[in-house]
């Protein structure tokens, strides 16, 4: 069984910047974030292949939201800049997908940190 802890969620301007962590206490192959808003389902934003460290990144946060992790293959980081009112949600960390990266499928979650983007 993995736990993922988040943090770093909260208020901040619309252009504003905020750095969401996630520490996962055991043994991950892949972990990423997604996020969800009322009434609709959760969306992936971002994952890592710790095999490799290679980010994947939604459309809609391409050039402004950062994937990273730390060496110890135990915590994620989610650099979001350029914030906007429609990035507003409660985001997710989740671990090892058991196909796709980008469903929503993933063997384990976090409890989800809220996001509030004000314009």
């Known amino acids: 069984q993995v736990q993922l802890v988040e943090s770093g969620g909260g208020l901040v301007q619309a252009g504003g910047s905020l750095r969401l962590s996630c520490t996962a206490s055991g043994s991950t192959y892949v972990m990423g974030w997604f996020r969800q808003t009322p009434g609709k389902e959760r969306e992936f934003v971002a994952a890592?292949?710790?095999?490799?460290?290679?980010?994947y990144h939604a459309d809609s946060v391409k050039g402004r939201f950062t994937i990273s992790g730390d060496d110890a293959k135990t915590t994620i980081y989610l650099q979001m800049n350029s914030l906007k009112p429609e990035d507003t949600a409660v985001y997710y960390c989740?671990?090892?997908?058991?196909?796709?990266?980008?469903?929503?499928?993933?063997?384990?979650w976090g409890q989800g940190t809220q996001v509030t983007v004000s314009s």
């Open positions: 890592i292949n710790w095999s490799d460290f290679r980010g």
């Open positions: 989740a671990a090892n997908p058991p196909r796709n990266i980008y469903y929503n499928n993933y063997i384990y």
